[in-house]
């Protein structure tokens, strides 16, 4: 689906290279950090003991949403990130860990019971589990693009470099290097580990002859050559999904699922439509509020499997502020309104509000809703 090439001022060029690096960040600012995550379970005994002894505390939690950057669920809790502190909370309340940073563009990402909380756009990051820090602070060799945690442990991490536009590393859980991969020409926005976590599927963009392109490369950590790569033009891909054999990709109009990451087996184009909000579940699971050509009160919500094929989309035919997901239930925030849908597309709940929200997410069958001055939970179901 490689769209044409057209040539370009040099001046345009020129432009388009040097903030490419800046492009990428921002994207990823708008569409990767603002993904929610499923219910994961405990990375081990020592964290389901150290809940149990934890500070006593219950929801509604206090908090100002003017200092919130993002919620996101962890385990049967909620990490809630702020500007300068991550709080761990059990789904009871209790306060398991509460980790100070000064990150100024802070960003987080969980799975499997441990959590990479990192500096968008610096050198920093921390890795973590519910109840404790598992590798204290550490400095990037650059500044850091994108970062994802696997369900066994490991790591990756995705930087850019003064020699090459972007490199991409991957940690054990000793936190030792174990694959290392250099982007000559493009800046990394997006990863995803394989099942097995023996394989890495990346989404990378460029520029060439002023024209914008996206890359999908998939990599085996004991093989130094790509294992598959397809270019798509005239594109910036901005999230990746490996489940089985099948790579999925999106960017703001277009998804398409590919097996062995080469063929093309089902694609997508939203003519028309402009993606009002992303999120995607640990699985891989994702749902996407849609406008048709821009029409606040015409929302359409799509939502589709681990592999991206269509579970259901329905037209909400409402202003929409938000949306997230579990595995099972998919939460969208209106203006008066959290309603809670299934995964066959019926709706099984649906939460009045009476003052206003500021985010939402949703673990299991858990919803935690973000007020101006605290978090209370409720049932999706």
Not at 189 to 196: A, E, G, L, V
Not at 207 to 221: E, M
Request: aromatic share 8%.
């Amino acid at each position: 689906m490689a769209a044409k090439k057209r040539k370009k001022s040099n001046s345009l060029q020129k432009k388009l290279a040097i903030s490419a690096t800046a492009i990428v960040i921002i994207f990823s600012l708008l569409f990767v950090a603002a993904r929610t995550f499923g219910k994961v379970t405990l990375s081990s005994a020592t964290d389901a003991f150290e809940e149990l002894t934890a500070t006593v505390g219950s929801f509604p939690y206090d908090v100002q949403s003017n200092s919130v950057e993002d919620i996101v669920p962890f385990g049967g809790g909620v990490a809630v990130l702020k500007t300068d502190t991550l709080d761990v909370l059990s789904s009871s309340g209790k306060l398991l860990q509460s980790v100070r940073h000064n990150y100024p563009s802070p960003a987080i990402d969980i799975n499997g019971g441990r959590a990479i909380l990192f500096d968008r756009g610096g050198t920093r990051y921390t890795v973590l589990s519910r109840t404790r820090i598992l590798k204290e602070e550490t400095n990037a060799e650059n500044k850091i693009l994108d970062a994802k945690m696997s369900q066994s442990g490991k790591f990756a991490i995705a930087v850019t470099s003064v020699s090459v536009n972007s490199i991409l590393s991957v940690y054990d859980t000793s936190f030792k290097e174990i694959f290392r991969w250099k982007g000559v020409s493009e800046y990394i926005t997006d990863m995803s580990f394989s099942d097995n976590v023996k394989k890495i599927a990346v989404t990378a963009t460029g520029v060439n002859n002023a024209n914008p392109y996206s890359k999908l490369t998939i990599f085996d950590f004991k093989k130094p050559e790509p294992l598959a790569e397809t270019v798509f033009d005239s594109m910036m891909l901005f999230s990746v999904n490996m489940s089985g054999s099948v790579t999925t990709v999106m960017s703001d109009s277009y998804m398409c699922s590919l097996k062995n990451g080469t063929e093309i087996i089902r694609e997508t184009q939203f003519k028309g439509d402009i993606m009002k909000s992303f999120c995607i579940d640990e699985k891989g699971k994702s749902s996407v509020v849609f406008l048709p050509y821009g029409n606040e009160r015409a929302a359409k919500l799509r939502v589709a499997d681990k592999k991206g094929e269509l579970d259901f989309e329905i037209n909400l035919d409402m202003k929409t502020d938000g949306v997230a997901r579990s595995s099972s239930y998919t939460c969208v925030l209106t203006d008066t309104r959290i309603l809670t849908y299934n995964n066959s597309g019926t709706r099984v709940n649906e939460l009045t509000l009476s003052e206003a929200v500021r985010d939402i997410c949703v673990s299991g069958r858990t919803l935690y809703v973000l007020y101006s001055d605290r978090i209370e939970k409720y049932s999706a179901s």
